[in-house]
C-alpha cells in the first residue's frame, strides 16, 4: 500500500526559508509526476510545481525565483523550497504522486 | 495558461437529488483532466481521471463526462457522505490549474 509521509517546518517568519520533504512508503516516485499543491486556509488548490516522470522540474510563474523541488537519487524523497517567504505563503502543502496518492498536508503559517 | 472555469461554486440538494458539476477549459486540454474531492479537514481524493474514468474504490454514483472543452461530474444520487467541496483540475498543460470548487451540501 503506497503511503505519502511529508514532514518539515510548520512556523515560520517572514523571510525564511520554507522546506518540506515528502517520502513514499510501500513504493516510489519514479516513472510517476509528482506536484506540490497548496492551499491557503478557506481557499481552493494551487498548484506549486512538478517534477515530471522524465526528472523535468516545472514550476508556477507565480513563485519563480522563489521555488525549487528536488528528487532524491532513491526516487523515495521529494523535497520542496521556497525562500523570503510571507503571510502570503501561509497554506497546507501536499505533496502528490500522479494525482492518486497524496501526502497528509503541511500547515505552514508565516508569521513574524 | 488554461483557465479551468468550474460552476456552480455551491449547490445545495436533497438526499437522492442528481447533482451535476462542471469545469469548462479555456482551450483543448484533451482528457487530461481530473475531479477531486476534499472533505473539511481532509486531502484530496480523486475520484475520476481522464475526464471518466472511475478511480477503484469510489461509488458508482459518480461519473464523469466530456464534451469538446466541457466536463462534468455527476452524482447520480447525492447521499450524505457526499458533502464536499468538489475540484477539477487539467494536466494537460503547465501550469496545471484547478477550478475554482463546487461545494456540496444537503438541504
Known amino acids: 500500500q503506497v503511503q505519502l509521509q511529508q514532514w518539515g517546518a510548520g512556523l515560520l517568519k517572514p523571510s525564511e526559508t520554507l522546506s518540506l520533504t515528502c517520502g513514499v512508503v510501500?513504493?516510489?516516485?519514479?516513472?510517476?509526476?509528482c506536484s506540490w499543491i497548496r492551499q491557503p486556509p478557506g481557499k481552493g488548490l494551487e498548484w506549486v510545481g512538478e517534477?515530471?516522470?522524465?526528472?523535468?522540474?516545472t514550476y508556477n510563474s507565480s513563485l519563480m525565483g522563489r521555488v525549487s523541488i528536488s528528487m532524491d537519487t532513491s526516487q523515495k524523497q521529494l523535497s520542496l523550497t521556497l525562500t523570503s517567504v510571507t503571510a502570503a505563503d501561509t497554506a497546507t502543502y501536499f505533496c502528490?504522486?500522479?494525482?492518486?496518492?497524496w501526502g497528509q498536508g503541511s500547515l505552514v503559517i508565516v508569521s513574524s | 495558461d488554461i483557465q479551468m472555469t468550474q460552476s456552480p461554486s455551491a449547490i445545495s440538494a436533497s438526499v437522492g437529488d442528481r447533482v451535476t458539476i462542471t469545469c469548462r477549459a479555456s482551450?483543448?486540454?484533451?482528457?487530461?483532466l481530473a475531479w477531486f474531492q476534499q472533505k473539511p479537514g481532509q486531502v484530496p481524493k480523486r475520484l475520476i481521471y481522464?475526464?471518466?474514468t472511475l478511480q477503484s474504490g469510489v461509488p458508482s454514483r459518480f461519473s464523469g463526462s466530456a464534451s469538446g472543452t466541457e466536463f462534468t461530474l455527476t452524482i447520480s444520487s447525492l447521499q450524505p457522505e457526499d458533502v464536499a467541496t468538489y475540484y477539477c483540475?487539467?494536466?494537460?498543460?503547465?501550469?496545471?490549474?484547478f477550478g475554482q470548487g463546487t461545494k456540496v451540501d444537503i438541504k
Open positions: 481522464t475526464a471518466s
Open positions: 482551450q483543448d486540454i484533451r482528457h487530461y
Open positions: 510501500g513504493g516510489s516516485f519514479s516513472a510517476y509526476s
Open positions: 517534477y515530471s516522470y522524465s526528472g523535468t522540474i
Open positions: 483540475l487539467q494536466h494537460h498543460d503547465y501550469p496545471r490549474t
Open positions: 502528490t504522486r500522479g494525482w492518486g496518492y
